[in-house]
């Protein structure tokens, strides 16, 4: 991949830039978002007067859950929270909100599924109503908090009811799309490399051009729509923000602070964060791209990792102030959910040079038996096992450190590496043995334990695990 000088490349997109980054707190409780096209329009004046055929509309707003069943397992309604409810055209606001207590009802196999709410007067003097009817596959559930996701509503719609009326007129739309957004933790990792550091000391002194470093944090999702559609600011979790550079650096920001996410706001792509760290050093990692790096701004439905050095148009990378300077280029974005379980103990280089690790995946939750294990960085094609055990140990094993102790329970059969040095082995946790030991209110500590070479072994770190 070609670098960028980052001295030619300091500056984000000005429009990004300009948009300030206040702190906020999570909004509402599940966010929801309908959008339509114009199919039928005959106002002729009034607050929607402006829209034509073809024109997009955008209904947002949260609900609260639990929600009331109606039918259980199949109907149930939601209070939608009446200050989180905004309409747009075409990106532009446009004035209306319920102005009376309203709820959006999901069902699902009653007999078929559907979502929706009905004629409901707005404060303009209007009235709106969006319901729509699909196949009853369409949803898994009738709690809204297991429906995280993107719908395409076009294409599976039996029937639909999406429509403005008034004194003015009357407007019409087919619902295309619906995206629910649960509260989630979001994971971010960004990785880069030192371009250039002044620093001679401190926190940062131990940096060089060519190191690798690792920005990790994590985000409450939903976030807080700035342009909504294309511009979203994320809390950041403060314990979870490290930046390791040949370890980690101690970086903690100084007071909350944000992320941004940036979709095609007006016709370009970004992420954003700056802050004053706790140490008084000034903090700021921001890129733009072109439109297409991301496919919306909402960060829950990004999962996935991006090549951001091969796609920038600008970037700003940097930690400055109490004498020097530290500059890195953003390379590889990862999007994720909250890391499972807690990394402890060491892992010594293997044969291949790397440290191998640990990680799980899934839910920690007992009653969801969705639970796995992963070993990375390992030599590739080699045979290892999974093991796990009640205490935290370092004792030297092979060429590493055994990390669990007390009576340890392997995960039989052997598992094999891949061609790029990863491991994995679902957990079932209704199945012996975990079934006996992984319980709701126990922890645990993992780890992997595989072959290195002709004749010796190695293991990764420990993780961890904490059960509900």
Known sequence: MQH???RRLRSLVSLLAACALPSGALAGDVSVTVTGTVSIDNYTSGPYNAATVGDTIRVHFDVDTPGTDVVAGQQTEYDIDLSSFEIQINGSAASGAPSAAQVATVEDDNPADGFGFPVTPLTNGDSLRCLFDA???FFASNDIEALNGSYDVASASTSDDFAFSGAGGFMRMSVDSLTIVAPQTVHIELTGMVTS????????????PGDTALLVFDVASPGVDVAPGQLTNYAIDLASFDLDINGSTGAALGGATNLQIQNDFPAADGFRTSSQLASGHFFSCEFGTGPGFFSSNEIALLAGS??????LTSFNYVIQGQGGMLEIFPDILTIGSAPVGTNYCVSQPNSVGLSARISASGSTLVADNDFSLHASDTP??????????PNQVQVPLGSGFRCVGGATVRLQPVVFTDAGGVAS??????????????Q???????????????????LTDGLQVMFL
Do not use: K
Not at 380 to 389: A, D, E, I, S
Not at 440 to 458: E, I, K, L, V
């Open 425 to 438: 082995r679902s957990i079932d946790l209704s199945a012996p043995p975990a079934a006996a030991q992984l």
């Open 197 to 208: 550091n002044s620093y001679a000391g401190g926190p940062f002194g131990g940096a060089n």
């Open 4 to 6: 960028i000088d980052p």
């Open 306 to 311: 991006y090549d951001a050095g091969a796609n």
């Open 440 to 458: 709701a209110g126990t922890t645990w500590n993992f780890q992997f334990w595989h072959r290195d070479g002709m004749a010796d072994t190695n």
């Open 380 to 389: 590739p094609n080699r045979p290892g096992l999974f093991f796990y055990g």
């Open 135 to 137: 196949g009853s596959s």
